[in-house]
């Protein structure tokens, strides 16, 4: 298994950032896929789960209506859309095999964010 993240980088607050994580070594399609974050200093939070058929089921309520996961299993990548952001979104970003609250799953080289002024 592979997750790859990238996309990540530097933001002043209010702005915007996509991330991606192409997938490999496993059947992407079948798989319910997240996004976990660690900020500096803090434990990991999860951000966002999407399911096998795309529907998305869960959200952290910070990001709700900020942030937008998605994927292309053509591509075998998910997304991470992330608008609006605040200098508390800086973090660590890693895409997650099979994992949501409760799950652990498996978790691909992160990506880093960090909006500042």
């Known amino acids: ?4 993240a990238s996309g990540g980088g530097v ?10 994580c192409v997938a490999s070594g496993f059947r ?6 997240s996004w976990l974050r660690q900020p ?7 951000v966002s789960v999407i399911d096998s058929d795309g529907t998305t089921t869960y959200y952290l309520d ?3 209506g900020r942030f937008t996961i998605s994927r292309d299993d053509a591509k075998n990548t998910l997304y991470l859309q992330m608008n609006s952001l605040k200098p508390e979104d ?14 652990i799953g498996k978790r691909g080289q992160g990506t880093l964010v960090t909006v500042s002024s």
Do not use: H, N
Not at 1 to 4: D, E
Not at 90 to 103: F, L
């Open 11 to 20: 933001v002043q607050p209010g702005g915007s950032l996509r991330l991606s």
């Open 62 to 64: 910070s990001v709700k």
């Open 90 to 103: 800086t973090a660590i970003y890693y895409c997650v095999k099979d994992g949501r609250p409760g799950r």
């Open 1 to 4: 298994v592979q997750l790859q």
């Open 28 to 33: 992407y399609s079948s798989f319910a896929m």
């Open 40 to 46: 500096p200093g803090k434990g990991p939070e999860w």
